[in-house]
């Protein structure tokens, strides 16, 4: 750093008289430093209320103020106070000398005065004064410099500290974006999953507070996701999750787990009562329309929910109950919450482990049809069999339709299923049809099955390939099959009359009962349903009803098969009532084939039951 010029001070020379004043002049120019005259002690006063001097060199005698009550008051100021004194006197006795120094006057010369010996003293004063102003100079510059550098250093830490807050917003933005659903903000499943898998330890280790998981799924979400677009779909989810959200605590972790499958984490609950009424928010919740694009959508949720017990370890192993608990839920017919106990774990497990082996059964060869003989009324003229399912199963035995049927509509395979009976059906009428070329035979065609737009192709090569008589081949569906798609159900059903098939409407009398379709039906036979022949000779007898089935069937050219005959009155009943064909125990029960074929060589008439 370079060395700064000294600066120039100023002195003050205090004398009344002017040649004094010149003389002190004269002396001190060559110093080069300012010089600063007062002719009295109130100009001095004055002069140093705007200036500060170096040193001061003063008279002793003036009139007015002396030079020690200029001092004093000198003494007095702040400004002044340590500006040093040089007195000058004439008198050169002791006592002034004394007194000078006694007063704070830093030295005193005696007048006349000795030019060099003045110029060393006042020098001295100068260079004590320029320091002191370098010294003050050098301060302040170091006073800024510090200033900036402070200055410098705030600003390079507020840049840190914004650098900071960004790399933390990328860092929780980075978070979220691993933890959390994209379109509805809630946790996915990673997030849950961490959040539950803590809940499961955490309370094996402290057993409360406990918690419950939820499963739930929008009913029907992708009728409005195919019918009204993906972007409605997108809305509905991201409002039905907003909602959700409005139902739970801070504590609590809604997920998206799914397309329209959410999970929902209540901590800190010890009764399942908790979890309950959450779900029951939930449902009222989103029982209020949601208005998207303008319009009003209907939606109801099915929920699933498991409590935490000791024997859950992991959190998945939770979640899996939750949707079997919700699968229940759907299956009892959505819009509703089901809890998940263990009966219910070990019904579905078994229905699974028959969905599993029912996937197997068709390869192994392990379906049967047995056949019930279906008579005439008027004189027990065997005219037919009706095809009945059994599955031979490998540990459970002889399984009946109604156990998997269902189980096989809801698998996808029906459509196999169906295809092996009416083959295996087809192959012992045209058998049978050697025998007895009029015989009929009855299959069952599930609802599922009739919808499927394969049905009369299938039906129309089985037909060809077993070389039957299409006419003695009668389908029997349920008016559960016909009556949701009317026009749909027309259509195939002439198609199949094509065919040459004839139809039968099952179960006739219990469903729909809706009788005014018939005759737009190409329908050949009613079978009445067997709950109104159990009737027969009870207290809720209602003949008027068979009667008026009977007669309208009639009036329409549709003949009538009475389904479940058990007694001789029963038969005696239902051949009053008008019904052409009857079918029951009272005849036999479904037989195996080779029984069957018996039944059939052993005569037309049939007189008793068989067992
Ligand atoms: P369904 O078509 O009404 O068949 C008649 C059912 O009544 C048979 O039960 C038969 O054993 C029973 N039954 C016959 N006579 C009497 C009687 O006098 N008293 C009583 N209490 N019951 C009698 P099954 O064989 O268990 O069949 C049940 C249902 O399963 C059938 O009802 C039918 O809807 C369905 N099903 C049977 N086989 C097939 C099939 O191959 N395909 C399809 N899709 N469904 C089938
Ligand atoms: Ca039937
Ligand atoms: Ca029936």
């Not at 039957?468 to 198609?495: C, H, K, W, Y």
Request: with cysteine; aromatic share 6%; glycine share 6%.
């Amino acid at each position: 750093m370079q060395e700064p010029a000294l600066p120039a001070v100023s002195i003050l020379l205090v004398d009344d008289r002017a040649e004094n004043l010149l003389a002190l002049e004269a002396s001190l120019e060559s110093l080069g430093q300012r010089l600063v005259r007062a002719a009295s002690g109130s100009d001095a006063l004055r002069a140093v209320l705007d200036e500060d001097f170096a040193v001061i060199l003063m008279d002793i005698r003036m009139p007015d103020l002396d030079g020690f009550e200029t001092m004093a008051l000198l003494k007095q100021r702040e400004r002044s106070r340590d500006t040093p004194i040089i007195f000058l006197s004439a008198y050169s006795e002791q006592h002034h000398i004394l007194r000078s120094y006694a007063s704070g006057a830093v030295d005193y010369l005696p007048k006349p005065i000795d030019p060099d010996a003045l110029r060393s003293k006042v020098s001295v004063f100068v260079t004590l004064r320029q320091n002191q102003l370098a010294l003050r100079a050098a301060h302040a510059e170091l006073e800024t410099r510090v200033q900036a550098r402070t200055a410098e250093l705030a600003a390079a830490n507020a840049r840190l500290v914004a650098e900071v807050r960004e790399r933390e917003t990328i860092e929780q933005r980075l978070f979220d974006q691993a933890n959390h659903d994209g379109l509805t903000r809630l946790a996915n499943r990673a997030l849950l999953m961490e959040h539950l898998n803590r809940a499961v330890s955490r309370t094996r280790r402290w057993a409360k507070p406990s918690f419950a998981v939820l499963m739930l799924d929008l009913d029907r979400f992708k009728l409005v996701n195919d019918s009204l677009g993906h972007q409605v779909g997108d809305q509905l989810l991201r409002d039905f999750a907003a909602r959700i959200e409005r139902c739970v605590r801070e504590i609590d972790t809604p997920a998206r787990v799914g397309g329209d499958e959410f999970a929902i984490l209540l901590d800190g609950i010890d009764e399942l009562r908790d979890a309950t009424r959450t779900a029951e928010r939930i449902e009222e919740a989103v029982a209020k329309p949601f208005v998207i694009e303008g319009k009003e959508i209907f939606a109801t949720t099915s929920i699933g929910i498991a409590m935490m017990d000791d024997r859950y370890k992991r959190g998945e192993e939770l979640l899996r109950d939750a949707d079997v608990a919700l699968y229940r839920a759907k299956e009892a017919g959505r819009a509703r919450h089901q809890v998940f106990d263990r009966d219910l774990h070990t019904a579905v497990m078994a229905e699974l482990r028959l969905e599993a082996d029912l996937a197997r059964a068709a390869d192994a060869d392990e379906f049967v049809l047995h056949y019930q003989p279906i008579v005439a009324t008027t004189d027990a003229r065997l005219v037919g069999f009706e095809a009945l399912i059994r599955w031979n199963h490998p540990d459970r035995g002889l399984v009946g339709p109604e156990e998997f049927i269902a189980l096989a509509e809801a698998s996808g395979k029906i459509r196999t299923l169906g295809r092996w009976v009416l083959d295996e059906a087809c192959r012992q009428l045209a058998a049978w049809n050697a025998y007895d070329p009029r015989l009929t035979m009855s299959v069952n065609l599930s609802p599922h099955q009739f919808g499927l737009p394969e049905l009369p192709d299938d039906i129309e090569q089985i037909v060809r390939e077993t070389r039957v008589d299409p006419t003695n081949l009668a389908l029997e569906i349920t008016e559960s099959a016909i009556m949701p798609r009317v026009p749909f159900a027309g259509q195939t059903l002439a198609r199949l009359r094509d065919l040459g098939a004839s139809i039968s409407l099952d179960d006739f009398g219990i469903g729909y009962s809706c009788l005014s379709y018939l005759h737009e039906l190409p329908v050949t036979t009613l079978k009445i349903d067997r709950s109104f022949i159990a009737r027969i000779g009870q207290p809720g007898e209602r003949p008027e009803i068979v009667g008026a089935i009977v007669s309208l069937a009639h009036t329409l050219g549709i003949a009538v098969t009475a389904e479940g005959v058990e007694t001789a009155p029963q038969l005696a009943r239902v051949r009053e009532l008008g019904c052409e064909y009857a079918q029951g125990f009272y005849f036999a029960r479904p037989l195996e084939a080779a029984a069957a074929e018996t039944f059939l060589r052993g005569g037309h008439r049939i007189d008793a039951g068989v067992g």
